[in-house]
C-alpha cells in the first residue's frame, strides 16, 4: 500500500515508547512549520473509547469497527496537545497506564491497524509532517523524506517515564514501570503485523546519552543532508 502524495515531505520517527520521539516530533513540527500526527494517540483513543464501552482488549471484530468510525478531533493548547473523544475532551486520560497497556493490545490486532491506516495518511497535507509512532517508516509513510528509529535502552525510558508521570502527581513504581515497559517492547515487537522495527533506509540515533537538543540537531543535520541530495 503507498502513501497518497509523494510531493510532500514526511519525517518518520519510530521507536519504543519512551524513547523521545513524541517530544522530538513536536519539537521537529513546531522548528518547521510542519503537521504533526502522534499516531500512539490513535491507538490509545480506541482503547479509551473502547473502555468507555465496557469493549474487551481481544474482541477484534469490536475494536476495528470501533477504530474505523472514531470521531476524534485534536487541536494544539499551550500546555500541549488536547484530545476530543464524541465531542469530550479526553486529554488526561489519555496516557494513563490502563490506558497504555490496552492500547498495546489493541494495537496488536490487524483489524484495528487496517481501520487507522487511512485517518493516519489523511494527516498528510503540505508543508509538511512529522509522524510519530511504531510503523510510520515501514507502513503508513514507506515514501517519506527521512526515517528515524530512535532507541534508548529500557531503563533510561522507565526513568523518563516515571519522571513524567511523577510531574503529572500519578505515583508509580519505578521497577513496576521497567518491567511494564518491557513487556509492551516485546509485545509491539513480536506481533505480526506492522512489529515495531527500523526500516532498512532509517538513520538509527540511540537517546540514551543524549539530550533533547542532540537528538533534534542531529535531525535537523540528516534533513539537510536529505534535501541535499534531492
Ligand atoms: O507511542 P505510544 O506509547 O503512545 O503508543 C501506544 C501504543 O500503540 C503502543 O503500545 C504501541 C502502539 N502503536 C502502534 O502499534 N503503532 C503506532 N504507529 C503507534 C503506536
Do not use: C
Not at 115 to 121: C, D, G, K, P, S
Not at 142 to 149: E, Y
Not at 192 to 214: F, G, R, Y
Amino acid at each position: 500500500m503507498k502513501q497518497a502524495d509523494h510531493n510532500v515531505p514526511v519525517i518518520a520517527i519510530d521507536g519504543p515508547g519512551g524513547s523521545g520521539k513524541g517530544t522530538i516530533a513536536a519539537l521537529l513540527a513546531e522548528r518547521l512549520g510542519w503537521r504533526l500526527l502522534d499516531s500512539g494517540a490513535l491507538y490509545r483513543l480506541v482503547a479509551v473509547a473502547a473502555m468507555d464501552r465496557g469493549i474487551a482488549a481481544d474482541d477484534e471484530a469490536a475494536l476495528g469497527s470501533l477504530a474505523a468510525g472514531l470521531d476524534v478531533e485534536f487541536a494544539v493548547a499551550d500546555h500541549g496537545m488536547v484530545v476530543w473523544l464524541d465531542g469530550r475532551d479526553i486529554t488526561s486520560r489519555l496516557r494513563s497506564e490502563e490506558v497504555s497497556a490496552f492500547s498495546s493490545r489493541a494495537a496488536a490486532l490487524p483489524a484495528v491497524r487496517a481501520a487507522l491506516v487511512h485517518l493516519q495518511r489523511g494527516f498528510l497535507r503540505p508543508p509538511g509532517l512529522v509522524a510519530d509512532g511504531r510503523d510510520m517508516g515501514t507502513v503508513i509513510f514507506p515514501d517519506a523524506r527521512l526515517k528515524i528509529f530512535l532507541t534508548a535502552s529500557a531503563e533510561a525510558r522507565a526513568k523518563r517515564r516515571h519522571k513524567q508521570l511523577k510531574e503529572k502527581g500519578e505515583s508509580v513504581n519505578l521497577s513496576r514501570l521497567f518491567r511494564e515497559i518491557k513487556k509492551r517492547d516485546d509485545r509491539d515487537r513480536s506481533r505480526a503485523v506492522s512489529p515495531l522495527m527500523a526500516a532498512p533506509d532509517a538513520h538509527l540515533i540511540d537517546s540514551t546519552e543524549l539530550s533533547i537538543d542532540e537528538v533534534l540537531q542531529k535531525i535537523l543535520k540528516l534533513l539537510e543532508e536529505s534535501r541535499a541530495s534531492l
